[in-house]
């Protein structure tokens, strides 16, 4: 298997390897990590939610979804939805 390709973290501006082995979430280290997980642990459970529910079906025109954060202003929690 190849090396993962470095990411950009989601703490800061620093790139690495390291990724949430659940959801992906990219980290640079695992002080970043670690820093996160308070809040990740909501967002990773809504990411894994996310991905087996609602996950579109790539046929049409659309074949490539991505997963987005959105930000409801009427909501404290961020919601993930796909575009
Ligand atoms: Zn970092
Ligand atoms: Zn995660």
């Not at 390291?18 to 992906?24: A, D, E, N, P, S």
């Not at 980290?27 to 991905?51: I, M, P, V």
């Not at 930000?71 to 939805?81: C, E, H």
Request: net charge positive; proline share 8%.
């Amino acid at each position: 298997m190849a090396t993962p390709p470095a990411n950009h973290c989601v703490m800061c501006d620093n790139t690495g390897t390291l990724r949430c082995t659940r959801c992906q979430t990219a980290y640079c280290s695992l002080g970043c990590q670690s820093s996160d997980w308070d809040k990740h642990t909501y967002l990773c459970r809504e990411a894994q939610n996310f991905l087996d529910q609602n996950r579109p079906q790539p046929n049409g025109p659309n074949t490539i979804w991505r997963r987005s954060i959105w930000f409801d202003p009427a909501s404290t929690r961020p919601k993930f939805r796909w575009v």
